[in-house]
């Protein structure tokens, strides 16, 4: 069968399965709860941004790369913001980013001081959105590469040595 085909099924499935979205949405909701008042930039915002579970009170800048979405166009490897947001939210796209050195670099110029970035991506999940998935990362992989915020807190859905997602918050 035509693996176009078979990709979105296996996606549905996976989401079914491995519960990514439920346990991202889960830990992003808490950390909305607690955030009022705050400058927000969410790197791919796709047609469901995250936007929904903040609160009003947050400037929130919704973006893509992807023109249909309706967002602003923002690069995360290009990007120029320097200290600008208090968070910026990077759901589910760090896997389809080439250079993910730079992006991460970009993020972190892009908080002020004591800004807190939310990262999540998969472990062990199938291909999706090819052929633009390249990364899939390890908890040890991820600190070294947050290495320069003050503080990074990892979750992760499934056991250590075989997690389904990610979920971080790191404090700059």
């Known amino acids: 069968m035509d693996s176009k ?3 979105p099924l296996f996606i549905k499935l996976s ?14 909701k808490k950390i909305a709860k607690e955030t009022l008042n705050k400058k927000i930039l969410e790197i791919g915002s796709g047609p469901k941004s995250s936007k929904i579970f903040f609160d009003e009170s947050n400037d929130f800048l919704c973006s893509d ?3 249909e979405y309706g ?3 923002v690069d995360v490897t290009t990007m120029t913001f320097d200290k600008e947001f208090d968070m910026v939210v990077c759901l589910s796209v760090l896997e389809h980013v080439f250079e993910f050195h730079r992006a991460i670099a970009n993020m972190y110029k892009a908080l002020k001081d004591g ?8 472990g062990y999940y199938p291909f999706h959105a090819e052929p633009h998935d390249y990364w899939r990362f390890t908890e040890h ?5 947050l290495a320069d915020f003050e503080e990074v807190k990892i979750s992760h ?10 979920f971080i918050q790191a404090t700059k």
């Open 71 to 73: 967002h602003p166009i």
């Open 115 to 122: 800004g807190v970035l939310i990262l999540s991506f998969p």
């Open 15 to 28: 989401h079914l399965i491995f519960r990514v979205r439920k346990f991202q949405y889960k830990h992003l």
């Open 141 to 145: 992989s991820i600190r070294r590469l």
């Open 157 to 166: 859905r499934g056991i250590r040595q075989y997690p389904f997602v990610y």
């Open 65 to 67: 790369i992807e023109p």
């Open 5 to 7: 085909l078979l990709n």
